[in-house]
């Protein structure tokens, strides 16, 4: 038979083991509660952290596209540009080729009057020398006997035609060869062969 | 101009620094081209400052170095210096002087454009009032940039401005229109590695279909950067108007441009203004700002974005001062929160945007637009008395609200002002970021925003 004092003690162990039960419990409730409030606020959380993935991924994927076709647009118009380049030059060199071989007859005579008269102009002088190339040499001094005070050099250039004076100091000089006009118009003949291969304006 | 171009001078007076001046001149202009012929055939460009007495002064774009009296030759053009433009110019890179740097052909032109370009009628001036989104926070936010504004860039040597240039020419839009949109840049005096950082970065970003790169490096010569602004905004002059973009023109850095100014200038013998600079420098700087704006009757607008360098950082040096006088406002960076490691390191207490107003609130942005940004303007300027208040007092004798407004000002700068190089920002996000950071302060403290602002869009 157990004595008074032991089952005293029983007694106490029980109390003690069926009050930590109960505070087990208890918190074991509270946790989980704890847990699914937890649970469903971050939920939201989870939602906007979604969304903020999802959106960075779209910036990002727009990102990319913009590169890719920004980057194939550029190469396909530069290749455009080289293509339309070479053409342009091959027709510079054929119309150079067509200049050259142009028959010298009183309409080329003319030509050559004009540029004469256009450069002495531009000096503001007639004292000058005039030079030319071999095939216009004739022609140019025929056209230099009407101006008084120019002489024509016999250094020739080389050149596809027309003229180029020297004031008689040697201070100033005008190139008005077709050679030099071609030059100078260059650009805009450029731009109008260009149109015809539907590229410019 | 010549009655007939095409002229070459062989008598050579004078070269003296970048100048080279011809003898026996009759017929040049003030402006016209001059094309200066070596020895060996190589070709310059330069242009006329002065004539008069028979002689012609010529600036030599490409420098006069190996330039001799004898046997160099000018040839007067007979005509100012155009830049050919047509719309193929956009996602090219040229170089100072408008010539291709990518290889490719000239561009095929639609027309030959004065580079001086025409002076805008003062009369058919439009006000600038619609947004420009430049993806960067404290400028969409705070700073905004508005379509016909000259907006500058304040910046110090070694600071990022080179970078946040790179990062608006990438991510600049406009907003709420289908109007198309294209940058300019002009890189004046630019390293070799800057430039090439700028031409890769658009490349890479797929923004260089939209661009115009020019650019003129370091060791270019210098007088070339005369020119590299002015062709610049020539392209964009024509984009803008001829062909209704917006356009927004970086400048960088115009300290250099300034300083070949001055280069010209003392070997012209003027007498030297302020640092040395010509007392003309308000006057040319403003034939390059002043070509911003939009017209009556036109879509395009031109935008610009200057960047210039100050000089030990000094606001007061003739060229961040003058420029100051022609622009609408400024946006200065801070050494103290570059040397923080905030980029972009904008000092907004210093940094204004004239115009931001007209270009913000209802229908342009958003309704809470100014009042959020006046807010934080006041913020932070109270944030940063209160930190020198803790430099004395120490952090514990700070009241609670002191407290508040130290953390908001940690927040701003941490949160609001800080951003990646690639963080395109949206104006939603940045006036959101803006709420975030002011909700740090309580509700009463909020006295420059309406309540209805504070309902709706304070974060509890």
């Not at chain 1, 106490?12 to 039960?21: A, F, H, I």
């Not at chain 2, 990062?167 to 390293?191: K, L, P």
């Not at chain 2, 210093?350 to 934080?376: C, F, P, V, W």
């Not at chain 2, 913020?379 to 020198?388: C, D, F, H, I, L």
């Amino acid at each position: 038979m157990p004595s008074l004092a032991e089952l005293s003690l029983e007694k106490t162990v029980d109390q003690v083991l069926e009050k930590n039960r109960s505070q087990l419990l208890e918190s074991l409730k509270l946790s989980f509660s704890e847990s699914q409030q937890q649970l469903s606020d971050s939920l939201p959380e989870l939602e906007k952290e979604y969304e903020r993935i999802l959106s960075e991924g779209q910036k990002e994927a727009e990102k990319i596209e913009k590169q890719i076709v920004g980057s194939s647009d550029l190469e396909v118009r530069n290749k455009a540009l080289l293509l339309v380049e070479e053409h342009t030059s091959m027709v510079f060199e054929k119309a150079k080729e067509q200049i050259k071989n142009t028959k010298r007859d009183s309409n080329y005579s003319n030509l050559i009057s004009t540029l004469l008269t256009e450069a002495t102009e531009a000096l503001g002088t007639s004292e000058i020398t005039v030079f030319t190339n071999s095939t216009d040499k004739d022609i140019v001094q025929s056209a230099i006997s009407k101006i008084s005070g120019a002489d024509l050099s016999s250094e020739q250039i080389d050149c596809m035609g027309g003229v180029k004076i020297t004031s008689k100091d040697g201070s100033m000089t005008f190139d008005n060869t077709i050679d030099a006009r071609f030059e100078r118009m260059k650009p805009l003949i450029r731009k109008n062969i260009a149109a015809k291969f539907s590229l410019g304006n | 101009m010549t009655t007939q171009g095409g002229v070459q001078y062989s008598k050579i007076a004078e070269i003296k620094g970048p100048l080279v001046i011809v003898d026996g001149v009759e017929n040049a202009a003030f402006d016209e081209l001059v094309e200066i012929e070596t020895n060996e055939g190589e070709k310059r460009l330069g242009k006329v400052l002065e004539v008069g007495n028979g002689k012609a002064i010529v600036q030599v774009f490409e420098g006069t170095t190996g330039l001799s009296v004898s046997g160099t030759n000018a040839k007067f053009v007979g005509k100012v210096m155009e830049m050919p433009v047509s719309e193929e110019v956009l996602g090219r890179v040229f170089d100072g002087l408008g010539r291709p740097k990518d290889g490719l052909p000239d561009p095929v032109a639609s027309s030959f454009l004065d580079i001086n370009g025409a002076p805008m009628n003062p009369e058919q001036r439009e006000y600038p009032k619609d947004f420009i989104q430049t993806g960067v926070s404290v400028i969409d936010g705070m700073l905004t940039l508005v379509r016909g504004q000259k907006l500058p860039i304040f910046s110090g040597s070694g600071m990022s401005h080179n970078i946040l240039a790179a990062q608006i020419a990438r991510q600049a839009s406009v907003v709420g229109t289908s109007d198309e949109f294209a940058v300019v840049f002009a890189a004046i005096g630019v390293q070799f590695s800057e430039a090439e950082y700028f031409r890769r970065s658009l490349e890479e970003s797929g923004a260089l279909k939209r661009s115009v790169l020019f650019l003129n490096l370091a060791d270019d010569p210098a007088i070339e950067r005369i020119i590299t602004p002015r062709v610049a905004l020539t392209v964009a002059e024509y984009l803008a108007y001829d062909l209704g973009m917006h356009v927004l023109v970086i400048l960088t850095d115009m300290t250099n441009y300034a300083e070949a100014l001055r280069e010209i200038s003392a070997a012209r013998e003027e007498v030297p203004g302020r640092k040395g600079y010509p007392g003309y420098l308000y006057t040319d700087l403003s034939t390059i700002y002043e070509r911003a704006g939009r017209l009556r009757g036109k879509n395009g607008s031109v935008t610009q974005m200057p960047i210039l360098s100050m000089p030990s950082d000094d606001i007061t040096h003739p060229i961040p001062d003058l420029t100051g006088y022609i622009t609408e406002g400024q946006i200065v960076l801070g050494r103290d929160l570059f040397r923080q490691g905030v980029y972009p390191p904008v000092n907004i207490l210093m940094s204004l945007s004239r115009i931001m107003k007209d270009g913000i609130g209802e229908g342009r942005t958003r309704a809470d637009h100014q009042e959020i940004s006046n807010q934080n303007y006041d913020a932070y300027s109270r944030a940063q008395e209160v930190r020198a208040l803790a430099g004395i007092v120490g952090k514990a004798g700070l009241t609670e609200v002191d407290l508040n407004y130290m953390n908001f000002g940690d927040e701003f700068e941490n949160k609001f002002l800080t951003q990646a190089i690639d963080e395109n920002r949206t104006i939603e996000e940045t006036l959101g970021l803006q709420w975030n950071t002011i909700s740090n302060l309580p509700k009463n403290e909020l006295t420059k925003v309406k309540d209805k602002f504070i309902e709706q869009y304070y974060k509890e």
